[in-house]
Each structure stands twice: as C-alpha cells, then as structure tokens.
C-alpha cells in the first residue's frame, strides 16, 4: 500500500522543494500563540525542514491546492505549544454522511442549515432537495442567500443578520422543521430547534459563531426543546466513517455527473497567505470552498 508524505496538509502544510543538495525541504506553519479573538499572522512562525528520506512503497507529492476549514481554528485549543498547525489537502465528504447516518431525511420532510452558503452546508442542502425534501438556508448576505436560492434550489434562504429568525421560520417552515444541519450554534440554534417537530434530528457539525469569541456567548437553553419534542441531537466527526469514504466519494461524483450537485470555490493564493484565508473564512468571506492555491 502506498503512502503519501504530507507535503503540504494546509497550516501542517509543507511545500517541498528541491535544494541544491538534491535534498527535499519544506515550509510548514507552526503554532507559537494560543489563539485570542481571530487567528493573526504573529501566532505563526513558519519553518522549514528537510524531510526525511522515502521509504519502501512511499511515495512524495507537492500539493498545488490546501484546503481552509473552520474547525482548524477550534481544535488547537490544548494544544501544547510550539506545535504544527492542522489541516489538509483535500475537502471531506462530511455533508454525505451527516445527513444519511444522522439526520437520515424522508422525501416530503424540512431541513433547515445554517452555516448554509459555506462547502458543508451548501452540499447539504443539494443533498435534502435530491432527497425530495425542503431545504431551508441561513446565510450571512443577501448574495449568499440569493446564490442559495437560484442557484441551488433551497426554498428558501434568509439572512440571518437582518432577518427575524422567528418569523423566517414561520414563512419558510409553516410545517416546522424535521431535520436540522448545525453549522454555527448560538441563539440562531436554539430558536430552530424550538421550531422542530417532534422527533426531529439534529447532526451538530460545527459551532463556527463563537469560535473567535474570547468569552462564551449565553444562549437560550436547549434542553426544553430537545426533552418536549424528544429530539435526537448528535455531534459527529467525519473519521468516523473513514472505512466508507469510498461510498460518500462515488456518490457525489455520480450527482456531479448528473448535474445533481453544484460547488463554488473561494481561491485564496499563495502559501504565505495561510492566515489571511482563515480569518476570511471564519468571517464568512466565502460562499462555497474555500482553498489556497499555493503558488
């Protein structure tokens, strides 16, 4: 079986290159400062290092494209420092797998998703409406939300920055909601799950609202909502289906094929601008993925 040395796994990111030895180097980005509010350029300090020499059935790749995620920001929390900054080349499947194994959606039934004009949440509701149910959207602009709408096919999308989520929820979801995909957490989350039907579902992917906030935001509780309508409310990892990726990447290639499934990409360039793209992305600049071009 052959394996990839991670030239470049994003902020882990290493570009390799040869030097005049014939050896191979990289530059990778390391975590000096825990973070406080957003990421900065001075958290970082880029290193370089030789890489290690292949072994027997191993192979070396340069990575022309890194992916930017938000939950890199979340994650290096406990970290001990210094330490390299997490990441990866390629774009997860995890929209597949949050919606078949947890929220598990019946044609006629509502999805709501948040975080909806993002890489998961739009693929998401691409998903529901080829699933034969009604997908809801909340997005940060009215671009995003007319994107979500014209271009995907949502029944409805809603800025969630100058709209009453109350009352976009009645218009959008006169039935409640069945099925919700979380993306951002906060007030946003409490209210819709307060609008759910009984027995609804709920796959927690992401808390993206609150990632730079230095101080937890209070929120409505949650527990009347999940114990009165008996919802099931579950967080999940895409690894944990890290054995059937196979199956998420032949059936979003097939919808691909079809015209079933649309993508946006926000193309950030060069290696040295790792830091800019994730302040972006954790400021809602993309609709989309968004990714790094590294040179």
């Excluded at 060069?270 to 972006?280: I, Q, S």
Aim: with cysteine; charged share 25%; net charge neutral.
């Amino acid at each position: 079986m052959l394996k990839q040395l991670s030239t470049s796994a994003f902020f882990c990111a290493k570009r390799a290159y040869s030097n005049v030895t014939g050896k191979i180097n990289a530059r990778k980005y390391v975590l000096t400062k825990y973070f406080q509010g957003e990421p900065k350029q001075s958290d970082f300090k880029i290193v370089e290092e030789e890489l290690p020499e292949l072994k027997d059935g191993e192979i070396l790749t340069e990575a022309e494209y890194l992916s930017v995620d938000p939950y890199m920001r979340a994650y290096m929390i406990g970290y001990k420092l210094p330490t390299d900054m997490i990441g990866g080349q390629v774009a997860n499947n995890t929209a597949y797998f949050g919606v078949k194994e947890i929220l598990y959606p019946k044609a006629g039934e509502t999805i709501a998703i948040t975080g909806a004009a993002g890489a998961v949440g739009s693929h998401v509701g691409q998903i529901g409406k080829i699933l034969g149910c009604r997908v809801i959207g909340f997005a940060g602009t009215d671009e995003k939300c007319e994107y979500l709408q014209k271009e995907l096919g949502f029944d409805h999308a809603f800025n969630y920055k100058t709209a009453n989520i109350k009352t976009a929820l009645r218009e959008g979801a006169p039935n409640r909601i069945d099925c919700y995909f979380d993306n951002v957490g906060g007030e946003i989350s409490s209210t819709i799950m307060g609008h759910m039907n009984k027995y609804g579902r709920v796959a927690v992917c992401g808390s993206i609202s609150s990632y730079n906030d230095t101080t937890l935001p209070k929120v409505t509780i949650l527990q009347p909502s999940i114990v009165f309508k008996e919802l099931k409310v579950e967080g999940f990892l895409v690894n944990r289906w890290l054995d059937r990726w196979d199956e998420g990447i032949k059936a979003n290639m097939n919808w691909l094929q079809e015209g079933k499934i649309k993508y946006e990409e926000k193309v950030y360039s060069g290696f040295d601008n790792m830091v800019e793209a994730l302040v972006g992305i954790l400021r809602g600049e993309n609709t989309g993925k968004a990714v790094v071009k590294v040179k």
